[in-house]
């Protein structure tokens, strides 16, 4: 097949029209989290949706551009959202220097986005080991095999040392590596963003004051 020519601009004439929902003040709960439990959870049960629980985390690397990945949200609670990673690839990297980062959920199917601006710090070693514990074998074989974000040879490299270590762990209980744990994101500011008509959407803006109450503003689509 040839390839298609793409010197020039190309426009993309798509355009959905957001009308499922709105999102009045009445409709709001005093704290994020019970709001963000909310949507959450018809989310999950909306049958379209099959990893309602992706999320975007933006960070900031060394030359100061931000860098975003999808990752898995395993945990929340009223403290915030709790992820699993290397801590010694980009994103853990980029998180000891600066410990600020960005969360985004977006639910395409109900016309919804979440975003989150939050501080992050890691959770307990013995949160780590426990849901290390918890996670398929095949899983824990992977965080020890993978030297997250480095440069490797190739794929055969990946598949010969997830051979070698399974059988160095045949027959035991696999630890977990001391370079792998959870981040939590404790929220200081989180934005509920509802499609609606004519572009005309709903952006609800909580803001964690001095004072750690939290209040909300309405923002401009």
């Known amino acids: 097949m040839k390839n298609k020519d793409i010197t020039r601009m190309e426009k993309i004439q798509k355009r959905q029209v957001y009308s499922k929902y709105q ?6 709960q005093k704290h994020p989290m019970d709001m963000f ?30 860098r975003t990945r999808i990752v898995l949200l395993k945990e929340y609670s009223s403290e915030g959202f709790v992820f699993y990673t290397n801590y010694d690839s980009r994103k853990g990297k980029s998180l000891s220097v600066n410990n600020k980062a960005c969360l985004h959920f977006f639910w395409p199917d109900m016309q919804r986005q979440v975003i989150i601006k939050a501080i992050l710090e890691k959770v307990p070693v013995e949160q780590s080991d426990q849901y290390f514990a918890e996670r398929p074998r095949g899983s824990q074989l992977g965080a020890h095999v993978s030297p997250q974000s480095e440069i490797i040879p190739n794929r055969e490299f990946l598949s ?15 630890p977990r590596p001391d370079n792998w744990g959870g981040f939590l994101a404790i929220p200081y500011e989180i934005e509920f963003w509802q499609g609606r008509e004519n572009r005309l959407h709903d952006r609800i803006l909580y803001r964690l004051s001095d004072a750690g109450e939290w209040g909300f503003v309405r923002l401009a689509p």
Do not use: H, R
């Open 160 to 174: 010969e040392k997830y051979e070698q270590l399974n059988k160095v762990f045949e027959g035991q209980t696999i």
């Open 23 to 28: 999102l009045n003040e009445t409709q709001l």
């Open 37 to 66: 439990v909310q949507w959450f959870e018809e989310a999950e049960a909306q049958s379209t949706i099959s990893e309602y629980y992706t999320m975007s985390v933006s960070t900031v690397e060394a030359d100061n551009c931000p």
